[in-house]
């Protein structure tokens, strides 16, 4: 069985599995739990914010980036569609997944034009419940990132990523989160492999306007050990969250890179979710 037909299993497997225990649980009811800006640079959930609450959930995400290098007459443009599922397990246990499918590039240069469809990565995560009192919520978690892209036709890419998140509630229309993880990728061809790690941190917070309305305001940094820098990028980011209902709502989020290596002009996404 092939590494994306597993990941495609565990995240229906996430998304019929029955919510035993809910004790890290921290719904605002009609707005559920408090979340940063879902959106980073990296492949599917890998690199991106969890909340530190552990909530019953499914979403779609459809995201897509930009690069345009004037000077080198370069540009790329990628597309793609993300579902993500989050369920508890345990009293202070959950899981999570999420999967790209379908993923679009489109790479015109001075002289060459190419484009292609195709399958992302994916992204198991375990997540644990470290300490929770009236306002304040730890949490800790270690993602997989699974390889199911069909990219990489002769070699495999994979990787690990620690973290931590805390979210902080001064009142409760006011959340503030913060994040620190570790997100290592591992490239194998034939018998020679590479890793490449960076150091990533984020914070964010919003407030909940009446009872449907969610503004987010947060930033994120990523430092590496490239040799041009350590700077990854340091990129300002928004989300506007609109609650329906009990658990259902769509947001609209934008990542913007202003100082860093980093080449992305803007990441943006367009998503629903359920909860329960």
């Known amino acids: ?119 992302g990565a994916s992204t198991l995560g375990l997540h644990v419940g470290l300490f929770q009192r009236e306002g304040l919520v730890v949490s800790t978690w270690m993602r997989l990132l699974v390889p199911t892209e069909s990219v990489w036709e002769h070699s495999v890419r994979t990787g690990l990523e620690p973290g931590v998140a805390v979210l902080w509630q001064p009142r409760p229309r006011v959340s503030v989160m913060g994040s620190f993880s570790v997100p290592v990728q591992l490239s194998f061809l034939g018998g020679r492999g590479l890793a490449y790690g960076t150091a990533r941190a984020s914070f964010d917070a919003s407030v909940l306007l009446g009872t449907w309305f969610e503004p987010t305001l947060g930033v994120e940094v990523r430092v590496g050990n490239d040799p041009a820098g350590a700077l990854e990028y340091l990129a300002g980011r928004l989300a506007l969250r609109f609650h329906l209902g009990r658990g259902v709502g769509v947001h609209l989020s934008g990542l913007v890179p202003f100082a860093g290596l980093e080449r992305t002009l803007a990441r943006g996404a367009l998503g629903v979710w359920v909860g329960w």
């Open 1 to 119: 069985m092939s590494a994306r037909t597993l990941s495609l299993a565990a995240l229906a497997a996430l998304a019929l599995a029955p919510a035993t225990a809910l004790a890290q649980r921290c719904s605002r009811g009609r707005a559920g739990v408090p979340m940063a800006v879902p959106l980073t640079l990296g492949e599917a959930d890998f690199g991106n914010t969890p909340s530190p609450c552990s909530d019953l959930r499914v979403a779609l995400d459809v995201r897509g980036g930009a690069i345009i290098d004037e000077a080198d007459f370069y540009g790329f443009l990628s597309g793609e569609a993300v579902l993500s599922a989050n369920v508890p397990v345990t009293r202070r246990v959950w899981v999570s997944g999420s999967f790209a499918a379908p993923r679009f590039r489109y790479a015109p240069n001075a002289t060459l034009v190419g484009s292609d469809v195709g399958v």
